[in-house]
């Protein structure tokens, strides 16, 4: 078995999993420096670092690992803890480095207007694939939009047939009418997508998620959805809302330790209040909020 193809059909697949290296070794260990276990997001592995009370660990960690994307370092020493004697060692010392092994973040971009194409161009910058949809061929071709995975020029409940976001992908909602938006919501809520971000303005949201729940959707669906979206850079320009959007974007991917303002509203949080032109013009730069 060769474990690196098996983590490149890992993050093909759009999975998570973890590489648990032996990178130092003293004394007789259950197997050898530089030994290799890829453990995936389902627990099942692929390669060994020797088995024994040792590999059930590190099992373990690496299930941590694969949960906050962090990686971690063990140590064990094998000459005092008789626990880990299991027939496999006989004495040692080791040290073993977990490393997240995570596919290429995937994000959909609906909409292939203004701000979308320059969130596309930074977001390709920033390393995510993307995809885009819209219904208008004369924006969504790959002329426009070069580089992409897939451009889909088709009518949105098209595209939703098509499209199957997993637990690794993002989604920015940015098409150029409310109904639209509303429709492209309403399916990606009911997705597993990571983050699920829509342009337009805090009153604009609040009116979305109310028809929305009125048709019957869960309110708990919406608790994971940025919108207003963006952090709140000060953006005006298309290429400035698209900075701020990608900046949102790269903070859920690195796990940010600093809270990221996330409809406030929904949660009984007080929020800052948007000016008249934000609340007239639907600014995408979300306001900050109070803890």
Not at 35 to 63: F, H, N, P, Y
Not at 229 to 234: A, K, M, R, T
Request: aromatic letters at 6%; hydrophobic letters at 45%; one cysteine or more.
């Amino acid at each position: 078995m060769d474990i690196y193809e098996e983590i490149v059909a890992l993050q093909r697949a759009g999975r998570k999993g973890a590489l648990a290296t032996i990178v130092n070794a003293r004394g007789s260990i259950p197997s050898f420096k530089t030994a290799k276990m890829l453990v995936r997001d389902d627990g099942s592995i692929a390669g060994t670092i020797g088995g024994g009370c040792v590999e059930a660990e590190v099992w373990q960690a690496a299930r941590d690992v694969i949960a906050n994307e962090k990686p971690c370092s063990l140590t064990f020493d094998l000459n005092q803890d008789p626990k880990y004697d299991t027939g496999l060692v006989c004495g040692g010392t080791l040290e073993i480095f977990i490393e997240p092994v995570l596919p290429a973040p995937l994000l959909y971009i609906f909409g292939a207007g203004h701000v979308a194409l320059e969130l596309f161009k930074a977001a390709k910058n920033a390393g995510f694939e993307v995809i885009v949809a819209d219904d208008r061929d004369a924006y969504a071709n790959t002329e426009r939009f070069p580089g992409a995975r897939e451009v889909i020029a088709k009518d949105f409940d098209e595209a939703f047939a098509v499209l199957t976001p997993s637990g690794s992908s993002y989604i920015v909602i940015a098409t150029r009418g409310h109904r639209d938006d509303m429709r492209v919501l309403r399916w990606a809520v009911q997705t597993q997508a990571r983050y699920i971000g829509m342009v337009g303005s805090r009153r604009k949201a609040i009116t979305v998620v109310r028809e929305l729940t009125a048709e019957g959707l869960n309110p708990e669906l919406f608790e994971r959805v940025y919108s207003p979206i963006g952090l709140d850079i000060g953006a005006v320009t298309p290429e400035e809302i698209a900075v701020s959007i990608v900046a949102e974007l790269i903070g859920i991917r690195r796990h940010a330790e600093r809270a990221l303002p996330h409809m406030s509203w929904l949660d009984g949080k007080k929020p800052a209040a948007l000016s008249v032109a934000d609340e007239e013009c639907g600014k995408p730069a979300i306001a900050k909020t109070e803890n």
